[in-house]
Protein backbone atom coordinates (compact mmCIF):
# COMPACT_ATOMS: atom_id res chain seq x y z
CA UNK A 1 0.00 0.00 0.00
CA UNK A 2 0.98 3.63 -0.52
CA UNK A 3 3.01 4.44 2.59
CA UNK A 4 0.97 7.16 4.51
CA UNK A 5 3.80 7.06 7.25
CA UNK A 6 7.42 7.55 7.28
CA UNK A 7 9.15 4.58 7.22
CA UNK A 8 10.68 4.63 10.94
CA UNK A 9 13.25 6.62 11.82
CA UNK A 10 12.86 8.84 9.35
CA UNK A 11 9.77 11.09 10.96
CA UNK A 12 11.62 14.28 12.02
CA UNK A 13 12.15 15.13 15.70
CA UNK A 14 13.17 18.46 17.62
CA UNK A 15 16.66 19.19 17.13
CA UNK A 16 19.33 22.52 18.74
CA UNK A 17 18.09 26.02 19.05
CA UNK A 18 20.83 28.22 17.30
CA UNK A 19 20.35 31.05 19.65
CA UNK A 20 21.34 34.73 18.34
CA UNK A 21 23.17 36.37 21.50
CA UNK A 22 24.19 39.44 19.76
CA UNK A 23 21.13 41.39 21.09
CA UNK A 24 19.56 41.71 17.79
CA UNK A 25 15.90 42.96 17.84
CA UNK A 26 14.62 41.79 14.85
CA UNK A 27 14.60 37.70 15.07
CA UNK A 28 13.05 35.85 12.74
CA UNK A 29 13.06 31.90 13.79
CA UNK A 30 14.00 29.68 10.95
CA UNK A 31 13.19 25.70 11.62
CA UNK A 32 15.65 23.78 8.97
CA UNK A 33 15.35 20.34 8.56
CA UNK A 34 18.47 18.58 9.44
CA UNK A 35 20.04 15.34 8.72
CA UNK A 36 23.70 13.69 9.36
CA UNK A 37 24.75 10.62 7.25
CA UNK A 38 27.61 10.03 9.21
CA UNK A 39 25.60 9.89 12.43
CA UNK A 40 22.25 8.35 10.96
CA UNK A 41 19.08 8.74 13.33
CA UNK A 42 16.56 10.56 13.00
CA UNK A 43 16.40 13.99 10.86
CA UNK A 44 16.24 16.85 13.22
CA UNK A 45 14.35 20.55 12.54
CA UNK A 46 16.40 22.84 14.03
CA UNK A 47 15.50 26.38 15.09
CA UNK A 48 17.96 29.50 14.15
CA UNK A 49 17.06 32.72 15.62
CA UNK A 50 18.07 34.79 11.90
CA UNK A 51 19.04 38.78 12.89
CA UNK A 52 16.90 40.31 9.68
CA UNK A 53 18.73 43.44 10.09
CA UNK A 54 22.35 42.06 8.47
CA UNK A 55 20.64 39.48 5.93
CA UNK A 56 19.58 39.57 2.94
CA UNK A 57 15.64 39.91 1.52
CA UNK A 58 15.36 36.40 0.08
CA UNK A 59 15.36 32.91 2.08
CA UNK A 60 18.40 31.52 0.33
CA UNK A 61 20.34 35.18 1.49
CA UNK A 62 19.25 33.91 5.33
CA UNK A 63 20.66 30.11 4.46
CA UNK A 64 23.76 31.77 3.84
CA UNK A 65 24.23 33.34 6.47
CA UNK A 66 23.10 30.78 9.06
CA UNK A 67 26.15 28.84 7.35
CA UNK A 68 28.58 31.66 7.84
CA UNK A 69 27.85 32.93 11.30
CA UNK A 70 25.79 30.24 12.67
CA UNK A 71 26.25 26.53 11.99
CA UNK A 72 28.52 25.76 8.95
CA UNK A 73 28.06 22.46 8.92
CA UNK A 74 24.33 23.11 7.57
CA UNK A 75 24.56 22.06 3.95
CA UNK A 76 22.19 23.09 0.68
CA UNK A 77 22.81 23.50 -2.90
CA UNK A 78 23.07 27.02 -4.81
CA UNK A 79 24.97 28.58 -6.79
CA UNK A 80 23.54 31.38 -8.80
CA UNK A 81 21.38 32.92 -6.56
CA UNK A 82 19.28 34.81 -9.46
CA UNK A 83 17.08 32.24 -10.22
CA UNK A 84 18.97 30.89 -12.91
CA UNK A 85 20.71 27.89 -12.48
CA UNK A 86 18.16 25.70 -9.75
CA UNK A 87 20.06 24.40 -7.55
CA UNK A 88 18.32 26.13 -4.97
CA UNK A 89 14.85 24.45 -4.77
CA UNK A 90 13.35 23.19 -1.31
CA UNK A 91 10.33 23.32 0.26
CA UNK A 92 9.70 26.59 1.81
CA UNK A 93 6.83 27.13 4.13
CA UNK A 94 4.83 24.19 2.68
CA UNK A 95 5.50 25.07 -0.98
CA UNK A 96 8.81 24.20 -3.44
CA UNK A 97 10.17 27.08 -4.66
CA UNK A 98 13.88 28.54 -5.32
CA UNK A 99 15.14 29.85 -1.64
CA UNK A 100 17.04 32.99 -3.70
CA UNK A 101 14.21 34.19 -5.66
CA UNK A 102 11.54 33.92 -2.46
CA UNK A 103 11.52 36.89 -0.24
CA UNK A 104 11.39 36.23 3.87
CA UNK A 105 8.89 38.80 3.59
CA UNK A 106 6.30 37.26 1.77
CA UNK A 107 6.29 34.67 4.26
CA UNK A 108 4.19 34.95 7.79
CA UNK A 109 5.82 33.96 11.33
CA UNK A 110 8.35 31.45 11.37
CA UNK A 111 10.36 30.02 8.16
CA UNK A 112 9.89 26.36 8.00
CA UNK A 113 12.93 25.14 5.10
CA UNK A 114 12.86 21.04 3.92
CA UNK A 115 13.82 19.24 1.40
CA UNK A 116 12.07 18.92 -2.15
CA UNK A 117 9.65 15.71 -1.03
CA UNK A 118 9.55 12.44 -1.97
CA UNK A 119 13.45 11.75 -2.78
CA UNK A 120 16.13 10.38 -0.69
CA UNK A 121 18.24 12.55 1.46
CA UNK A 122 21.68 13.16 1.09
CA UNK A 123 22.45 15.16 3.91
CA UNK A 124 20.31 18.37 5.09
CA UNK A 125 18.53 19.73 2.43
CA UNK A 126 20.22 18.10 -0.51
CA UNK A 127 18.47 15.01 -1.96
CA UNK A 128 19.22 12.88 -4.21
CA UNK A 129 18.18 13.92 -8.28
CA UNK A 130 19.87 11.40 -10.11
CA UNK A 131 16.46 9.33 -10.61
CA UNK A 132 14.88 12.69 -12.62
CA UNK A 133 18.61 13.52 -14.01
CA UNK A 134 18.03 9.94 -15.17
CA UNK A 135 14.25 10.38 -16.66
CA UNK A 136 15.35 13.75 -18.31
CA UNK A 137 18.15 11.83 -20.22
CA UNK A 138 15.81 8.75 -20.86
CA UNK A 139 13.45 11.50 -22.97
CA UNK A 140 17.10 12.23 -25.23
CA UNK A 141 16.67 16.00 -24.77
CA UNK A 142 18.55 17.01 -27.99
CA UNK A 143 17.99 17.50 -31.45
CA UNK A 144 17.32 14.63 -33.67
CA UNK A 145 17.64 14.86 -37.71
CA UNK A 146 18.57 12.89 -40.52
CA UNK A 147 18.76 15.78 -43.31
CA UNK A 148 22.11 16.37 -42.87
CA UNK A 149 22.93 19.78 -41.56
CA UNK A 150 23.22 23.00 -43.82
CA UNK A 151 25.88 25.12 -44.67
CA UNK A 152 24.53 27.56 -41.81
CA UNK A 153 21.90 26.32 -38.50
CA UNK A 154 18.99 24.40 -39.25
CA UNK A 155 16.57 27.16 -39.98
CA UNK A 156 12.97 27.67 -38.13
CA UNK A 157 10.30 30.44 -38.77
CA UNK A 158 9.18 33.02 -36.06
CA UNK A 159 6.43 31.06 -34.93
CA UNK A 160 7.87 27.77 -34.88
CA UNK A 161 10.62 29.39 -32.40
CA UNK A 162 7.49 30.77 -30.23
CA UNK A 163 6.07 27.53 -29.62
CA UNK A 164 8.66 26.98 -27.69
CA UNK A 165 8.37 29.90 -25.55
CA UNK A 166 6.98 28.98 -21.83
CA UNK A 167 9.79 25.71 -22.75
CA UNK A 168 12.75 26.71 -22.57
CA UNK A 169 13.22 28.89 -19.70
CA UNK A 170 12.50 25.71 -17.46
CA UNK A 171 15.66 25.56 -15.52
CA UNK A 172 15.35 21.66 -14.18
CA UNK A 173 14.67 23.04 -10.60
CA UNK A 174 12.17 19.84 -10.33
CA UNK A 175 9.67 22.24 -7.83
CA UNK A 176 7.17 20.98 -10.05
CA UNK A 177 8.21 17.50 -10.52
CA UNK A 178 8.50 16.55 -6.60
CA UNK A 179 5.27 18.69 -5.64
CA UNK A 180 3.30 16.00 -7.76
CA UNK A 181 1.31 13.36 -5.74
CA UNK A 182 1.29 11.26 -8.93
CA UNK A 183 4.91 11.10 -8.91
CA UNK A 184 5.58 10.63 -5.16
CA UNK A 185 2.88 7.62 -5.56
CA UNK A 186 4.43 6.51 -9.13
CA UNK A 187 7.98 8.41 -9.74
CA UNK A 188 9.71 4.94 -10.66
CA UNK A 189 8.00 4.67 -13.67
CA UNK A 190 5.87 8.25 -14.49
CA UNK A 191 8.56 10.43 -15.60
CA UNK A 192 7.20 13.65 -13.90
CA UNK A 193 6.53 17.18 -14.75
CA UNK A 194 9.84 18.45 -15.22
CA UNK A 195 10.90 15.75 -17.82
CA UNK A 196 7.62 16.02 -19.51
CA UNK A 197 7.45 19.15 -19.99
CA UNK A 198 11.31 18.88 -21.54
CA UNK A 199 9.81 15.87 -23.68
CA UNK A 200 7.33 18.68 -24.83
CA UNK A 201 9.87 21.15 -25.72
CA UNK A 202 11.40 18.88 -28.14
CA UNK A 203 8.19 17.52 -29.36
CA UNK A 204 7.48 21.09 -30.20
CA UNK A 205 10.78 21.99 -31.94
CA UNK A 206 10.06 22.08 -35.45
CA UNK A 207 13.88 21.24 -36.66
CA UNK A 208 13.57 17.84 -34.70
CA UNK A 209 12.73 14.98 -37.02
CA UNK A 210 11.82 12.54 -34.08
CA UNK A 211 8.75 13.58 -33.41
CA UNK A 212 6.64 10.10 -34.32
CA UNK A 213 9.56 8.37 -32.23
CA UNK A 214 9.42 10.42 -29.21
CA UNK A 215 5.33 9.99 -29.06
CA UNK A 216 5.91 6.50 -29.43
CA UNK A 217 8.06 6.52 -26.29
CA UNK A 218 5.81 8.78 -24.20
CA UNK A 219 2.52 6.63 -25.01
CA UNK A 220 2.45 4.44 -21.93
CA UNK A 221 0.03 4.50 -19.12
CA UNK A 222 3.20 5.21 -16.80
CA UNK A 223 5.50 7.49 -18.44
CA UNK A 224 2.87 9.78 -19.42
CA UNK A 225 -0.49 8.97 -18.84
CA UNK A 226 0.05 8.90 -14.87
CA UNK A 227 -0.20 12.54 -14.72
CA UNK A 228 -3.80 13.13 -13.63
CA UNK A 229 -4.10 16.99 -14.12
CA UNK A 230 -4.11 17.78 -10.35
CA UNK A 231 -2.04 20.88 -11.14
CA UNK A 232 0.09 21.08 -8.19
CA UNK A 233 3.07 21.62 -11.22
CA UNK A 234 1.61 24.29 -12.50
CA UNK A 235 1.51 26.07 -8.84
CA UNK A 236 4.49 25.83 -7.85
CA UNK A 237 7.30 26.46 -10.69
CA UNK A 238 8.84 29.38 -9.50
CA UNK A 239 9.85 30.76 -12.92
CA UNK A 240 5.69 30.63 -13.56
CA UNK A 241 6.13 27.58 -16.19
CA UNK A 242 2.87 25.77 -16.92
CA UNK A 243 3.57 21.66 -17.04
CA UNK A 244 0.52 20.46 -16.52
CA UNK A 245 -0.64 22.65 -20.38
CA UNK A 246 2.66 21.37 -21.80
CA UNK A 247 1.60 17.66 -20.89
CA UNK A 248 -1.68 18.55 -21.75
CA UNK A 249 -0.27 19.24 -25.23
CA UNK A 250 1.69 15.91 -24.88
CA UNK A 251 -1.52 13.65 -24.58
CA UNK A 252 -3.09 15.30 -27.27
CA UNK A 253 -0.64 14.88 -29.79
CA UNK A 254 0.03 10.85 -28.44
CA UNK A 255 -3.76 10.66 -29.49
CA UNK A 256 -4.09 12.44 -32.49
CA UNK A 257 -2.34 9.67 -33.47
CA UNK A 258 -4.93 7.18 -33.08
CA UNK B 1 19.75 -3.00 -3.64
CA UNK B 2 20.13 -2.74 -7.22
CA UNK B 3 23.17 -2.05 -9.30
CA UNK B 4 21.54 -1.05 -12.06
CA UNK B 5 21.96 1.87 -13.47
CA UNK B 6 19.60 5.14 -13.00
CA UNK B 7 19.50 5.15 -16.74
CA UNK B 8 18.37 1.69 -17.02
CA UNK B 9 16.16 2.05 -14.02
CA UNK B 10 14.81 4.93 -15.68
CA UNK B 11 14.06 3.30 -19.11
CA UNK B 12 12.33 0.14 -16.97
CA UNK B 13 10.59 -1.92 -20.10
CA UNK B 14 10.31 0.71 -22.16
CA UNK B 15 6.82 2.12 -23.47
CA UNK B 16 3.56 -0.13 -24.14
CA UNK B 17 2.81 1.89 -26.21
CA UNK B 18 -0.74 2.29 -25.31
CA UNK B 19 -1.98 4.34 -22.34
CA UNK B 20 -3.96 6.65 -24.84
CA UNK B 21 -6.26 4.06 -25.51
CA UNK B 22 -7.40 4.15 -21.73
CA UNK B 23 -7.31 7.77 -21.74
CA UNK B 24 -9.39 8.14 -24.25
CA UNK B 25 -12.33 5.80 -23.38
CA UNK B 26 -12.07 7.55 -19.88
CA UNK B 27 -13.16 10.95 -21.67
CA UNK B 28 -15.55 9.19 -23.51
CA UNK B 29 -17.28 7.09 -22.08
CA UNK B 30 -17.53 11.13 -19.38
CA UNK B 31 -19.08 12.35 -22.45
CA UNK B 32 -21.26 9.82 -22.89
CA UNK B 33 -21.92 9.40 -19.59
CA UNK B 34 -23.72 13.46 -19.08
CA UNK B 35 -26.70 12.83 -21.83
CA UNK B 36 -27.35 8.87 -20.90
CA UNK B 37 -27.46 9.75 -16.76
CA UNK B 38 -29.63 12.99 -16.98
CA UNK B 39 -31.82 10.81 -19.24
CA UNK B 40 -31.59 8.05 -16.24
CA UNK B 41 -32.42 10.32 -13.38
CA UNK B 42 -34.97 11.90 -14.85
CA UNK B 43 -36.60 8.76 -16.18
CA UNK B 44 -36.52 7.48 -12.90
CA UNK B 45 -37.89 10.68 -10.99
CA UNK B 46 -40.81 10.28 -13.17
CA UNK B 47 -41.47 7.04 -12.20
CA UNK B 48 -41.34 7.79 -8.20
CA UNK B 49 -44.50 6.34 -6.76
CA UNK B 50 -45.41 4.14 -9.79
CA UNK B 51 -45.67 0.29 -9.24
CA UNK B 52 -43.98 -2.92 -10.99
CA UNK B 53 -46.62 -2.59 -14.07
CA UNK B 54 -45.81 0.90 -14.90
CA UNK B 55 -41.94 0.47 -14.37
CA UNK B 56 -42.14 -3.17 -16.83
CA UNK B 57 -43.87 -1.00 -19.20
CA UNK B 58 -41.41 1.95 -19.05
CA UNK B 59 -38.66 -0.74 -19.55
CA UNK B 60 -40.62 -2.58 -22.50
CA UNK B 61 -40.38 0.47 -24.94
CA UNK B 62 -37.58 -0.15 -27.17
CA UNK B 63 -35.90 2.96 -26.89
CA UNK B 64 -35.54 2.97 -23.28
CA UNK B 65 -34.38 -0.59 -23.01
CA UNK B 66 -31.60 0.84 -25.88
CA UNK B 67 -30.45 3.81 -23.61
CA UNK B 68 -30.71 1.69 -20.17
CA UNK B 69 -28.52 -1.17 -21.34
CA UNK B 70 -26.47 2.04 -22.83
CA UNK B 71 -26.45 3.58 -20.08
CA UNK B 72 -25.12 0.62 -17.70
CA UNK B 73 -22.23 -0.53 -20.22
CA UNK B 74 -21.42 3.19 -19.83
CA UNK B 75 -21.63 3.42 -16.41
CA UNK B 76 -19.96 0.13 -15.62
CA UNK B 77 -17.02 0.48 -17.93
CA UNK B 78 -16.10 4.52 -16.79
CA UNK B 79 -16.41 2.92 -13.02
CA UNK B 80 -13.99 0.39 -13.54
CA UNK B 81 -11.26 2.50 -15.51
CA UNK B 82 -11.60 4.85 -12.96
CA UNK B 83 -11.49 3.11 -10.05
CA UNK B 84 -7.73 0.49 -11.90
CA UNK B 85 -6.19 4.05 -11.94
CA UNK B 86 -7.05 4.53 -8.13
CA UNK B 87 -5.93 0.84 -7.43
CA UNK B 88 -2.70 1.77 -9.72
CA UNK B 89 -1.76 4.22 -7.83
CA UNK B 90 -2.27 3.44 -3.94
CA UNK B 91 -1.93 -0.67 -4.46
CA UNK B 92 1.89 -0.93 -4.09
CA UNK B 93 2.90 -4.41 -3.77
CA UNK B 94 2.89 -5.84 -7.67
CA UNK B 95 0.47 -9.41 -6.89
CA UNK B 96 -1.55 -7.32 -5.11
CA UNK B 97 -2.16 -4.40 -7.29
CA UNK B 98 -2.16 -7.24 -9.83
CA UNK B 99 -5.03 -9.00 -8.20
CA UNK B 100 -7.39 -6.47 -6.96
CA UNK B 101 -7.45 -5.13 -10.64
CA UNK B 102 -8.41 -8.78 -12.00
CA UNK B 103 -10.59 -8.85 -9.31
CA UNK B 104 -12.55 -5.26 -10.16
CA UNK B 105 -12.56 -6.27 -13.96
CA UNK B 106 -14.02 -9.62 -13.37
CA UNK B 107 -16.43 -7.95 -10.58
CA UNK B 108 -17.39 -5.22 -12.58
CA UNK B 109 -18.06 -7.42 -15.48
CA UNK B 110 -20.68 -9.62 -13.66
CA UNK B 111 -22.67 -6.72 -12.00
CA UNK B 112 -22.54 -4.97 -15.53
CA UNK B 113 -24.06 -8.61 -17.02
CA UNK B 114 -26.68 -8.99 -13.83
CA UNK B 115 -27.82 -5.14 -15.00
CA UNK B 116 -28.78 -6.21 -17.92
CA UNK B 117 -29.98 -9.33 -17.97
CA UNK B 118 -32.38 -8.10 -15.18
CA UNK B 119 -33.38 -5.36 -17.92
CA UNK B 120 -33.80 -7.57 -20.67
CA UNK B 121 -35.84 -10.19 -17.97
CA UNK B 122 -38.31 -7.43 -17.28
CA UNK B 123 -39.01 -6.70 -20.77
CA UNK B 124 -39.57 -9.98 -21.99
CA UNK B 125 -41.31 -11.31 -19.21
CA UNK B 126 -44.21 -9.01 -19.96
S1 LIG C 1 -0.78 18.12 -13.80
FE1 LIG C 1 -0.81 17.18 -11.78
S2 LIG C 1 -0.51 15.00 -12.08
FE2 LIG C 1 0.14 16.07 -13.91
S3 LIG C 1 2.29 16.39 -13.57
FE3 LIG C 1 1.25 18.25 -12.89
S4 LIG C 1 0.94 17.93 -10.68
FE4 LIG C 1 1.44 15.93 -11.58
S1 LIG D 1 8.91 23.57 -15.03
FE1 LIG D 1 9.36 25.13 -13.50
S2 LIG D 1 9.32 24.02 -11.53
FE2 LIG D 1 9.47 22.51 -13.13
S3 LIG D 1 11.66 22.10 -13.27
FE3 LIG D 1 11.14 23.65 -14.82
S4 LIG D 1 11.51 25.60 -13.84
FE4 LIG D 1 11.46 24.07 -12.22
S1 LIG E 1 20.74 29.63 -6.53
FE1 LIG E 1 20.43 29.32 -8.67
S2 LIG E 1 18.29 29.14 -8.76
FE2 LIG E 1 18.61 29.65 -6.69
Known amino acids: MVKFALPAGSNPVKGKLHKNETGATNIRNFHIYRYDPDTGGSPQIDTFEVDLDICGPMVLDALIMIKDKMDSTLTFRRSCREGVCGSCSFNVDGTNTLACTKPIAEIKGDVKIYPLPHLPVIKDLVCDLSHPYAQYSAIEPW ?9 RERLQSEEDRAKLDGLWECILCFCCQTSCMSYWWSGDRFYGSAVLLQADRWVQDSRDEAKGERLTEL ?27 AIGHLKNQVARRE | ?9 ARGSGSTDHGVQHWLAERFGAIALVPLGLWFVYSMLGLIGADYNAYQEWQSQPGNLILTILFLLALFHHAHMGLTVVLEDYVQPEWLKNTSVLVLKYTAFFLCTACILSALRVTFTA
Do not use: V, W
Request: aromatic content about 4%; glycine content about 4%; charged content about 20%.
Open chain 1, 143 to 151: LKADTPPPE
Open chain 1, 219 to 245: NDSYKLFRCHTIMNCTASCPKGLNPAK
Open chain 2, 1 to 9: MSMRSPLGQ
